[in-house]
């Protein structure tokens, strides 16, 4: 796809979504091509490890499972 600076500026939402297809897009300004917007590669495979804490929390016994300590954590505020 080719756009012009001008459609880039009002048009910028069809853009994106041209772009999120799996697109190119070429912008031009005065006739000459000046950017390429292409997709973004991305990797959404979840991580297979449970999170971990570092730093002070590291070491501490306590909180061994992590979603555990935070769910405790949060119950009174949260119900």
């Given at each position: 796809?080719?756009a012009?600076?001008?459609?880039?500026?009002?048009?910028?939402?069809?853009?994106?979504?041209a772009?999120?297809?799996?697109?190119?897009?070429?912008?031009?300004?005065?006739?000459?091509?000046?950017?390429?917007?292409?997709?973004?590669?991305?990797?959404?495979?979840?991580?297979?490890?449970?999170?971990?804490?570092?730093?002070?929390?590291?070491?501490?016994?306590?909180?061994?499972?992590?979603?555990?300590?935070?769910?405790?954590?949060?119950r009174?505020?949260?119900?």
């Amino acid at each position: 796809m080719v756009a012009t600076a001008k459609d880039l500026r009002f048009h910028s939402r069809a853009i994106l979504h041209a772009v999120s297809r799996g697109e190119e897009v070429i912008i031009t300004f005065r006739g000459r091509p000046r950017a390429k917007i292409v997709p973004l590669e991305t990797n959404r495979e979840k991580p297979e490890t449970p999170p971990r804490l570092f730093g002070i929390w590291k070491d501490n016994p306590k909180v061994a499972d992590v979603e555990r300590f935070v769910r405790e954590a949060r119950r009174g505020r949260f119900g």
